[in-house]
């Protein structure tokens, strides 16, 4: 049985009036339980309307949402438990933050699901450590003290304390520097090898997707355009080009090499890849 199974889902924004639009369209869909997935596509692709279908925030106007099995429009109470354990972290989430120090804003999700005061702390402190933020260090400090990335990590910690099968994260990364960027990819790469956790990432970015996704679901118009893995994603080039988006630059890079004759692969997605293959034929390991 799949964790999360979307069955012909269907969502219209302003139905029935003169400012209709469908965001979703006849989508098929399941993630199982492990995966790291990214879903990629331009604004107005669908792709934070769907990931809201996944918790119950929006409800399908046609088709279901099954988690492990159970469609989440039949579940009534029961819903709230299952966006505790689906956890959507929204874009910009450093504006949600409202309490007067970190360990409480991160303490208020556990403190609803009525823990004790023992446990609130154990998950604070696990989940801070989580997200790189030291405990003893930040645990007091007012969360709008801190820099951009350290406030999302903060807003991601506060998700993590209520110990989510799934973790969705809309655009993790917008409005970062550079490093920020590569300080919250990490830290989403050390929680996935860390824990028993499914992620879900949405993203505009071919390259933060190339090094950390497992599978990439393209949106185009509301509806997939692709699914399959980085590298056979990438390798469709031109398809992605026709819809307004790309492949990672060192892509395109390594691809004009292979053109030029060099015994490279065209195909080949991060920095770490391109560098290997580059230095094993200064090494004379490849023929020129």
Not at 8 to 25: H, I, Q, R
Request: charged share 30%.
């Amino acid at each position: 049985m799949a964790l999360i199974e979307l069955k012909d889902v269907s969502y219209v924004y302003g139905k029935g009036t003169a400012f209709e639009k469908t965001a979703l369209k006849d989508i098929n869909l399941t993630i199982e339980k492990g995966e790291f997935i990214g879903l990629i596509g331009h604004t107005g692709s669908g792709k934070s309307t769907l990931v809201q279908q996944l918790n119950g925030l929006l409800s399908p106007h046609t088709g279901s949402v099954l988690i492990k099995g159970k469609d989440i429009s039949k579940m009534g109470s029961e819903l709230r438990k299952v966006r505790q354990k689906i956890g959507l972290v929204f874009q910009y989430p450093e504006y949600q933050l409202f309490e007067e120090t970190i360990s409480k804003d991160i303490a208020f999700g556990p403190r609803n699901q009525g823990l004790n005061e023992e446990d609130i702390n154990e998950r604070v402190k696990e989940a801070m450590e989580s997200v790189g933020l030291s405990y003893e260090k930040y645990k007091d400090k007012s969360p709008f003290n801190l820099s951009g990335g350290q406030k999302r990590r903060v807003a991601i910690a506060g998700v993590l304390a209520m110990k989510p099968e799934v973790l969705i994260l809309d655009e993790p990364t917008a409005g970062l520097d550079p490093e920020g960027r590569e300080e919250i990819l990490g830290e989403i790469k050390e929680i996935y090898k860390k824990g028993d956790i499914t992620i879900v990432i949405v993203s505009h970015s071919m390259e933060d997707m190339a090094k950390i996704a497992e599978r990439i679901i393209v949106m185009k118009k509301g509806e997939i355009f692709m699914d399959d893995k980085p590298k056979n994603i990438f390798a469709r080039e031109e398809e992605l080009l026709e819809i307004g988006l790309g492949v990672p630059q060192v892509t395109r890079f390594m691809k004009r090499l292979k053109d030029k004759g060099l015994p490279v692969d065209g195909i080949c997605i991060t920095v770490e890849e391109a560098k290997a293959q580059l230095e094993e034929i200064l090494r004379g390991k490849k023929d020129v």
